[in-house]
């Protein structure tokens, strides 16, 4: 299995649409298992949403810029 496969992207995805330790351990236990050994540097993590701090600075940037036209 390669990291961001389609295989790989289903397997973290548990059916709330949440991804949990669990599943990820599972994951990784599976990888493991095939001889799929990865460097710590090459671990990306998929983020299902944007963060918070995020989604209120550009909504921040969003209402500044309708004030300047």
Request: charged share 20%; net charge negative.
């Amino acid at each position: 299995m390669l990291v961001g496969s389609p295989e790989v992207n289903a397997a973290l995805r548990p059916v709330s649409n949440l991804q949990t330790a669990a599943s990820v351990a599972k994951l990784g236990m599976e990888m493991f298992k095939e001889g799929c050994l990865l460097e710590y540097g090459q671990l990306e993590p998929i983020y299902m949403r944007q963060a918070e701090a995020e989604r209120k600075l550009a909504e921040k940037n969003a209402g500044s810029n309708n004030q300047n036209i």
